[in-house]
């Protein structure tokens, strides 16, 4: 498929006629009508063609797929729907130029066109040019208020538990070399015999309600099948290009994260399951490594508080700006617009997440000033770092000191130590200084140990208000500069007006409410990281229009429904 780059085509006289009688006396016009008119070639094909030859059979416009697909998003709808609208949606056609009788496309073509635009790394694109274009029309800029926050996304295969996930990898290894080398199978297994036990899903069929059945006869059934095929695909005789095929490199992960094999000294062969460490098993991998399905191998198995999940996660960045008083909050100067979404493994702490949202903020040249976080986000490197390097000021709660002292709310805590950098000296509550200043690295952060003389605390009157110690009180500092940075922070949010700024970080939730309601971004569509994070940039965009369109045709997004019930209780409140 070739692309000849080309402006976008003028909306038709007779479909714009049409929208015109249709949206005549003051009637608002469909969204898509209205990102046409006000921001014109939004796309262009060359922002894309990098993807697409030069030569073959002229594709549809990639510039236009791209809005068809932001347009998808806006009313949640499949490719078949998507591509029945292109033909039948006369706003659609006005923002895409088609005429009348233009018949559009397969829905297949946006499949495609999402695939080559994954395989070039175009994902975030679309959402690059609605930012610049709005900073060009003076919509959105750099410095200013952003908040952030993520939520879960479960991935687009089914949860699978471990014995249905060594069964399924089994069996998707067999479907992927029957389809590639039929003749080698049919040679190297009884394929009657295996059909009866992988001729459909593993999980359409009840298993063994027993746990010692399931541990020592399915299980292991499913592993020595396994490690069978595995020892014919890798024989000398086998062709070479089958241990290429992915699923076989799936099935191989698998067993080795769920089994152990060994050969005992009169060599039988043994196979076990592994169990975690502390059942009395061999271990099971940390949980960023463990495959949970062999269809999608980036979705990983997840828990924060009461939500456990198979999927990924999902970082929304965006604008804000402090409430004003009541007569200016129903036409806001700018809107909220959402500058960034980062689609990370559900496994990586939010923390770990900061830097390359910051780093992609940076990029786009829409850094703010102030950045609102939760307190999954923030760490001593982190707040000192994202000043220095970005200029970012982290508006946010750290975690408060959780030390003995400190929780009690009794005795001395690590704030209540005078530090002396300079002279690398702690002084303690009692006037005591330390003896020894130990530069460390704990868990790879450098951080500073300090030692107070055990001469010094054991006879101290006030001994028992500082430690446990049978000998001395030690203290585990960060570097001076991020000590500092804590100890400011946490004074801070105990005081009032750093709460009533920061309430501001709420408004998050909300945006997350509404991706997930309207462009259903709860589950994933595709399978893979990188397919999901092109729809979650898509989704961006999407939501970005939704919200001019609404800010356009002045209607505020926060409007909430009042029941009747709650507004007598109001009124009888007041």
């Given at each position: ?47 894309f ?6 030569r ?15 347009l ?7 490719d078949?729907?998507?591509a ?17 009788a ?12 999402r ?27 750099g ?70 059945k ?51 000294a ?30 999608d ?30 007569a ?116 790879g952060?450098p ?21 446990t ?5 030690q ?18 949010q ?14 998050v ?66």
């Amino acid at each position: 498929m070739s692309v000849q780059p080309r402006p976008w085509p003028e909306p038709s006289a007779e479909v714009a006629a049409a929208i015109k009688a249709m949206y005549g006396r003051g009637r608002e016009v469909p969204l898509a009508v209205r990102v046409r008119d006000q921001l014109g070639e939004l796309f262009a094909d060359s922002e894309f063609a990098v993807a697409f030859g030069q030569r073959g059979r002229p594709g549809w416009s990639p510039g236009r797929l791209a809005l068809v697909t932001v347009l998808q998003k806006v009313e949640n709808l499949t490719d078949r729907q998507a591509a029945d609208q292109v033909r039948e949606n006369l706003a659609w056609k006005y923002a895409l130029g088609l005429e009348l009788a233009d018949p559009g496309f397969d829905h297949t073509v946006l499949s495609e066109f999402r695939t080559r635009v994954v395989e070039h790394r175009l994902e975030e694109r679309a959402l690059d040019l609605l930012l610049a274009a709005l900073v060009e029309e003076g919509l959105l800029a750099g410095g200013g208020k952003q908040r952030t926050d993520s939520t879960h996304i479960v991935s687009a295969v089914r949860d699978l538990n471990r014995l249905e996930l060594a069964g399924e990898s089994v069996r998707a290894a067999l479907e992927a070399l029957s389809a590639t080398a039929p003749d080698w199978v049919a040679q190297v297994i009884d394929v009657p015999s295996w059909s009866r036990r992988y001729s459909q899903r593993i999980d359409t069929w009840r298993l063994p309600t027993s746990k010692t059945k399931k541990d020592r006869r399915l299980a292991l059934d499913y592993a020595r099948d396994g490690y069978a095929l595995l020892a014919a695909v890798y024989a000398p005789a086998s062709p070479a290009r089958l241990c290429e095929v992915p699923a076989v490199q799936i099935l191989r992960r698998v067993l080795l994260q769920n089994y152990t094999r060994t050969v005992t000294a009169s060599g039988r062969e043994v196979i076990k399951r592994r169990e975690k460490e502390s059942d009395g098993g061999d271990g099971l991998p940390p949980g960023h490594l463990r495959l949970t399905s062999p269809y999608d191998t980036d979705a990983r198995w997840s828990a924060k508080r009461d939500t456990f999940w198979n999927g990924f996660k999902l970082h929304i960045s965006e604008t804000c700006q402090a409430a004003g008083p009541a007569a200016d909050r129903h036409r806001a100067e700018r809107p909220n617009l959402i500058t960034n979404v980062a689609t990370t493994p559900s496994t990586l702490p939010d923390s770990k997440a900061l830097e390359g949202i910051h780093r992609a903020l940076a990029a786009r040249g829409l850094t703010p000033h102030e950045h609102y976080l939760d307190s999954g986000y923030p760490s001593a490197e982190l707040i000192v770092g994202s000043v220095k390097t970005y200029g970012i000021a982290l508006i946010t709660p750290v975690l408060l000191d959780t030390s003995r002292q400190a929780k009690a709310k009794q005795g001395f805590a690590a704030h209540d130590f005078a530090i002396d950098w300079n002279a690398e000296q702690a002084t303690c509550p009692a006037g005591k200084t330390s003896v020894t200043w130990n530069p460390v690295a704990q868990e790879g952060v450098p951080k500073t140990v300090v030692s107070f003389a055990a001469a010094d605390c054991i006879p101290c009157p006030v001994r028992e208000q500082c430690t446990t110690s049978r000998h001395r009180r030690q203290l585990s500092l960060h570097p001076q500069e991020m000590t500092e940075a804590l100890r400011a922070s946490r004074a801070q949010q105990q005081t009032q007006d750093w709460n009533t700024d920061y309430a501001l970080r709420a408004g998050v939730e909300g945006t997350i409410r509404q991706a997930t309601d309207v462009t259903g971004l709860r589950r994933a569509r595709y399978r893979g990281i990188t397919k999901t994070h092109l729809d979650h940039a898509f989704s961006a965009v999407a939501l970005n229009l939704i919200r001019l369109n609404a800010w356009w045709n002045d209607h505020p997004l926060d409007r909430t429904r009042t029941s009747h019930l709650a507004r007598l209780g109001l009124s009888l409140a007041a």
